[in-house]
């Protein structure tokens, strides 16, 4: 039944009416921040959103920039340098002069999800003014001696190696013979 305008009961319905389309629109409010404050903290924890998650590749003077899955579903990921300084390597002082970079290294890093992994940098190499202009390039102390691959994944393939020929791990891990015999040389023999 349809209530006089201006009667008592009227007012009385409007103002309610009135209280609950507030209190909706706070509850959506707060339900809004709410969501969103959650998903700054799962952001900032890492954790998972939907079926996707961050990893930590724990690797110091890199910032990855964009990740390529080639044909064979292998990550690709390009990197920038962030070194501002380095050690010379005649006197061992550290040199902070930058002299441009070095060529494109491709190392190979633990496999992720099965896939192989590749991070493409480019080394930024340092002056020595004390050792006649001397350069030097930098090379992380996660990168292997060779500069192909992490000490990481070295240390995977030696893993990978128990019970097993260096044949069967390189097929395992899609590599060669030659680079499975080449880290047991370098790291056991
Ligand atoms: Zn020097």
Request: glycine letters at 4%; a positive charge; charged letters at 25%.
């Amino acid at each position: 039944m349809a209530l006089p305008s201006g009667c008592v009961a009227s007012v009385v319905s409007e103002w309610f009416c009135y209280r609950v389309t507030v209190l909706l629109d706070c509850w959506d409010v707060f339900c809004h921040a709410s969501r969103k404050a959650m998903q700054q903290i799962m952001e900032e924890f890492g954790v998972a959103q939907g079926n996707t998650f961050p990893i930590e590749l724990g690797l110091s003077d890199v910032k990855i920039k964009r990740v390529v899955v080639d044909r064979l579903g292998d990550y690709h990921l390009y990197a920038s340098c962030t070194a501002r300084s380095t050690c010379c390597s005649r006197c061992g002082k550290p040199i902070t002069k930058s002299h441009g970079h070095c060529k494109e290294s491709v190392i190979e890093h633990l496999p992720i999800l099965d896939r192989r992994v590749f991070i493409h940098v480019q080394w930024s190499r340092f002056v020595c003014i004390d050792c006649d202009n001397k350069t030097t390039s930098l090379r992380p102390n996660w990168v292997n001696t060779t500069g192909q691959m992490t000490v990481a994944y070295e240390n995977f393939v030696l893993k990978c190696l128990i019970n097993s020929t260096a044949k069967d791990v390189a097929e395992k891990l899609r590599s060669t013979e030659d680079i499975v015999e080449g880290i047991v040389e370098r790291r056991i023999a």
